[in-house]
Protein backbone atom coordinates (compact mmCIF):
# COMPACT_ATOMS: atom_id res chain seq x y z
CA UNK A 1 0.00 0.00 0.00
CA UNK A 2 2.98 2.60 0.67
CA UNK A 3 4.18 2.19 -2.97
CA UNK A 4 1.44 3.39 -4.33
CA UNK A 5 1.60 6.29 -1.91
CA UNK A 6 4.57 7.02 -2.90
CA UNK A 7 4.19 6.99 -7.00
CA UNK A 8 4.06 10.81 -8.21
CA UNK A 9 0.35 11.12 -9.96
CA UNK A 10 0.62 11.92 -13.51
CA UNK A 11 -1.63 14.92 -14.77
CA UNK A 12 -3.07 15.14 -17.96
CA UNK A 13 -2.94 18.74 -19.98
CA UNK A 14 -5.08 19.37 -22.47
CA UNK A 15 -3.44 21.61 -25.54
CA UNK A 16 -5.26 23.99 -27.39
CA UNK A 17 -4.26 25.60 -30.88
CA UNK A 18 -4.91 28.73 -31.67
CA UNK A 19 -4.36 29.20 -35.60
CA UNK A 20 -6.24 32.64 -35.84
CA UNK A 21 -3.11 34.74 -36.25
CA UNK A 22 -0.94 32.22 -38.10
CA UNK A 23 0.31 33.58 -41.79
CA UNK A 24 1.48 30.55 -43.99
CA UNK A 25 4.63 31.27 -46.04
CA UNK A 26 6.51 29.42 -48.56
CA UNK A 27 10.61 29.31 -48.01
CA UNK A 28 13.21 27.46 -50.34
CA UNK A 29 15.93 28.11 -48.25
CA UNK A 30 17.57 29.03 -44.93
CA UNK A 31 19.94 30.73 -43.41
CA UNK A 32 21.25 29.31 -39.67
CA UNK A 33 23.39 31.58 -37.24
CA UNK A 34 23.59 31.81 -33.53
CA UNK A 35 24.58 32.74 -30.39
CA UNK A 36 25.56 31.64 -27.11
CA UNK A 37 21.67 31.10 -26.24
CA UNK A 38 19.98 31.40 -29.44
CA UNK A 39 20.02 29.86 -33.35
CA UNK A 40 18.54 32.37 -35.54
CA UNK A 41 17.18 30.77 -38.65
CA UNK A 42 16.02 33.09 -41.63
CA UNK A 43 13.94 31.51 -43.93
CA UNK A 44 13.16 32.76 -47.21
CA UNK A 45 13.55 32.20 -51.36
CA UNK A 46 16.57 31.97 -53.33
CA UNK A 47 15.30 33.69 -56.33
CA UNK A 48 17.17 33.77 -60.13
CA UNK A 49 18.23 37.54 -61.02
CA UNK A 50 20.54 38.93 -63.45
CA UNK A 51 24.19 39.75 -62.18
CA UNK A 52 26.87 41.32 -63.78
CA UNK A 53 27.65 40.36 -67.33
CA UNK A 54 24.41 39.13 -67.68
CA UNK A 55 25.20 36.04 -65.86
CA UNK A 56 22.75 34.22 -63.70
CA UNK A 57 23.00 34.72 -60.24
CA UNK A 58 20.74 34.76 -57.19
CA UNK A 59 19.33 37.10 -54.28
CA UNK A 60 18.22 35.43 -50.99
CA UNK A 61 15.14 37.14 -49.88
CA UNK A 62 14.58 37.02 -46.12
CA UNK A 63 10.39 36.53 -45.82
CA UNK A 64 10.53 35.05 -42.01
CA UNK A 65 12.67 35.05 -39.21
CA UNK A 66 12.34 32.47 -36.08
CA UNK A 67 14.46 32.91 -32.69
CA UNK A 68 14.69 29.96 -30.78
CA UNK A 69 16.64 28.94 -27.50
CA UNK A 70 19.22 26.22 -27.96
CA UNK A 71 16.48 23.19 -26.40
CA UNK A 72 13.89 24.44 -28.72
CA UNK A 73 15.84 24.39 -31.44
CA UNK A 74 17.35 20.54 -30.47
CA UNK A 75 13.65 19.23 -30.60
CA UNK A 76 13.16 20.83 -33.79
CA UNK A 77 15.97 19.07 -35.20
CA UNK A 78 14.79 16.14 -33.34
CA UNK A 79 11.06 16.39 -34.61
CA UNK A 80 12.75 17.09 -38.61
CA UNK A 81 14.96 14.07 -38.46
CA UNK A 82 11.82 12.02 -37.93
CA UNK A 83 9.61 13.69 -40.38
CA UNK A 84 12.16 13.13 -43.27
CA UNK A 85 12.89 9.57 -42.21
CA UNK A 86 9.35 8.71 -42.39
CA UNK A 87 8.89 10.61 -45.73
CA UNK A 88 11.55 8.84 -47.40
CA UNK A 89 10.75 5.49 -45.81
CA UNK A 90 7.47 6.15 -47.86
CA UNK A 91 8.76 7.57 -51.42
CA UNK A 92 12.90 7.43 -51.68
CA UNK A 93 15.66 8.89 -50.84
CA UNK A 94 15.57 13.08 -50.82
CA UNK A 95 19.14 13.62 -53.01
CA UNK A 96 20.80 16.92 -52.20
CA UNK A 97 23.71 18.12 -54.48
CA UNK A 98 26.88 17.84 -53.38
CA UNK A 99 28.62 21.03 -52.55
CA UNK A 100 31.60 21.85 -55.29
CA UNK A 101 29.87 19.27 -57.88
CA UNK A 102 28.06 21.24 -60.81
CA UNK A 103 24.22 21.36 -60.29
CA UNK A 104 22.23 19.56 -62.74
CA UNK A 105 19.95 21.44 -65.44
CA UNK A 106 16.64 20.90 -63.55
CA UNK A 107 18.57 22.66 -60.81
CA UNK A 108 20.26 25.59 -62.09
CA UNK A 109 18.51 29.27 -61.34
CA UNK A 110 17.06 30.25 -64.60
CA UNK A 111 16.28 34.12 -65.47
CA UNK A 112 12.40 34.54 -66.99
CA UNK A 113 12.56 34.94 -71.04
Given amino acids: MA ?7 TQQIQLRIDESKMVSTYANTIRTSTTTDEVVMDFGMNLPVQGPDNQAALMFNV ?21 VRQYEERNGEIR ?16 AD
Fill in 3 to 9: ENQDKPK
Fill in 96 to 111: LPTPGQPAEESDKPKL
Fill in 63 to 83: GSRIIMNWAGAKRLAITLGQV
